[in-house]
């Protein structure tokens, strides 16, 4: 019997047809066996001939040399059916591994990917005093700020940067880009005084 599929990939109704296959050969050996049973017993082994060297007249030689024949062959047959089962279920196996690996590569690139897109921040909000302007504005603790007005992770120097950027845009609105929760957040922020410290708290 050819191989399973030839050159394309090895599917399961191609392993269940060698099942099927398999099944068949083990009712022909059975029944191979039930027709030696049925002349008097012989099995594989017996003599066909009686204690003077005739052919033994009690049996139907033809048959039952047809049937170890058979037996023989069928059981060859039996062997090469198995091995391509076994074969069969190891490329499947081996398929659906490979597929799952697939998958969790490509899961894990597409995770990389979102991850390189987020740009890189300079800075960390640690406090955000309640109903200052930094809060009002919806600024978080934990956020990682991106961007700052013109201020960004290229010419980021220290936070005197900010203080500057802050103190140059009094009562107007600054862009300010965040990440947070690993997704990228805008915010509007308008630097002004408040009952508090500072233009932003």
Not at 7 to 12: A, N, S
Not at 23 to 37: F, G, P, R, S, V
Not at 79 to 105: F, N, P, S, T, Y
Not at 126 to 143: E, F, H, I
Request: aromatic fraction near 4%; include cysteine.
């Amino acid at each position: 019997m050819a191989e399973p599929g030839g050159g394309r990939p090895v599917t399961v109704s191609d392993v269940q047809q060698l099942v099927r296959r398999k099944d068949e050969i083990e009712a022909q050996i059975k029944a191979c066996y039930e027709l030696l049973e049925g002349q008097k017993g012989v099995g594989m082994h017996e003599p066909l001939v009686d204690a003077e060297g005739f052919p033994r007249s009690d049996i139907d030689l033809y048959q039952v040399r047809t049937a170890r024949h058979n037996i023989i062959c069928l059981q060859n047959d039996h062997k090469a059916v198995m091995k391509q089962v076994e074969e069969a279920l190891h490329k499947l196996h081996a398929r659906e591994k490979e597929k799952h690996a697939k998958d969790e590569a490509e899961a894990l690139a597409e995770a990389m990917s979102q991850k390189q897109s987020l740009p890189q921040a300079f800075a960390k909000v640690n406090s955000v005093s309640p109903g200052s302007p930094a809060s009002v504005s919806g600024l978080q603790v934990d956020d990682e700020i991106v961007e700052f007005g013109s201020v960004n992770v290229n010419n980021f120097q220290n936070l005197q940067n900010i203080a500057t950027v802050v103190q140059h845009s009094e009562g107007r609105p600054l862009s300010v880009t965040v990440i947070r929760g690993g997704r990228r957040v805008h915010v509007g922020l308008t630097p002004k005084r408040w009952a508090g410290k500072g233009l932003l708290g």
